[in-house]
């Protein structure tokens, strides 16, 4: 019972993103607003508090929407820098997948002072094609390559000059669907993709350790990329861009169980499309979720670190009272 009670305790702030104009087809933009009215959301066992929702500038679709995205980006990650200098957990809620360049450029600013910042990519997709190598002209289809600074000027200097992300500290988890070109830089980079095949067979809970553990060794704190097209199409039905036989989500939820989240400073669930979604609200009842199961997680196993801290110095102190005992007989 106490235990619940000190679950309850803690809020995680979320920051909206309503942005579309990335996406394949249109709709992203309105998730924040169905996930802000969501009762599957209101009802998690984690409090969740709203501190901002960044609306989008549209500027154009596909190349066009550069300067939209820009913007949008810039206002986004002003949002996500002050919660994370606060040293609150954050949640951000997207819009297509274009986020996550203002998303972790507002997160890496917060934390340069105190090192570098690891990223777990969970996507059917790998987001990293260039201005040059991308297929679509889709922006969603390019965050992972500005966040390792390459492409767009304005879209790879947000909040500071740096790089975001470092390669050593990033890996990719459920890729199943990619084009050249940005397979490419990636492995030119050294990135480690798990690809769906490799966590079909080793499991998803081994590939989560390994995962953490990549983002973890040289970082200050870590976040999550979480697209929810990385998921099967029967746990996520609502994307613009689905891949057949992606990551189960209730063993990925269980995995989470097993792998150390104290380091996880933000997690960002993008690409929910709602008008996509079926009767039974599937997708939207995916993001309540994972929210709640990634934060129950973190939350008892900081509790469950305090509780055994404090066992730790009450038996110091028993130590401390047989010691002096001890002495005393020595002495007689
Ligand atoms: N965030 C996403 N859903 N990305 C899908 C990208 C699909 C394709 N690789 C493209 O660049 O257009």
């Known amino acids: ?84 200098e606060s040293g609150e957990d954050l949640v951000v809620f997207g819009g297509d997948h274009s986020c996550a360049i203002g998303t972790w450029s507002g997160i890496a600013a917060a934390l340069r002072p105190r090192g570098e910042l690891g990223l777990i990519w969970v996507d059917a997709h790998m987001d990293a094609h260039t201005p040059e190598s991308t297929p679509s002209g889709n922006i969603h289809g390019m965050p992972v390559s500005h966040l390792l600074g390459f492409g767009e000027k304005n879209l790879i200097q947000i909040e500071d000059q740096m790089p975001k992300i470092f390669p050593h500290n990033f890996c990719m988890v459920g890729i199943r669907s990619y084009e050249e070109g940005e397979q490419e830089l990636l492995e030119k980079l050294g990135v480690r993709i798990f690809y769906m095949h490799e966590v079909e067979r080793r499991g998803i809970t081994d590939v989560m350790q390994e995962a953490v553990y990549i983002a973890t060794r040289n970082s200050c704190g870590f976040g999550m990329s979480i697209d929810i097209d990385g998921f099967d199409v029967s746990f996520a039905p609502a994307v613009g861009t689905p891949a057949e036989g992606g990551i189960n989500a209730e063993q990925f939820m269980k995995a989470l169980l097993t792998v150390d989240l104290s380091k996880l400073v933000a997690t960002e669930i993008v690409e929910f499309l709602p008008r996509f979604d079926d009767q039974n609200k599937t997708s939207e009842r995916l993001v309540a979720s994972l929210v709640e199961s990634i934060y129950a997680t973190k939350f008892f196993q900081q509790n469950s670190a305090a509780h055994i801290k404090q066992q730790v110095q009450i038996s110091d102190k028993a130590a401390e009272v047989i010691e002096s005992r001890q002495k005393q007989q020595q002495t007689v």
């Open 1 to 84: 019972m106490k235990r619940t009670l000190i679950l309850f305790q803690k809020a995680v702030r979320a920051v909206g993103c309503a942005n579309g104009q990335g996406g394949k087809h249109l709709g992203c933009e309105s998730a924040v607003s169905i996930l802000r009215n969501s009762p599957h959301l209101k009802n998690v066992k984690v409090p969740i508090e709203w501190s901002a929702v960044v609306e989008e500038v549209a500027t154009g679709r596909q190349w066009n929407a550069l300067q939209g995205v820009t913007q949008t980006n810039r206002r986004l990650a002003r949002e996500t820098r002050k919660v994370i």
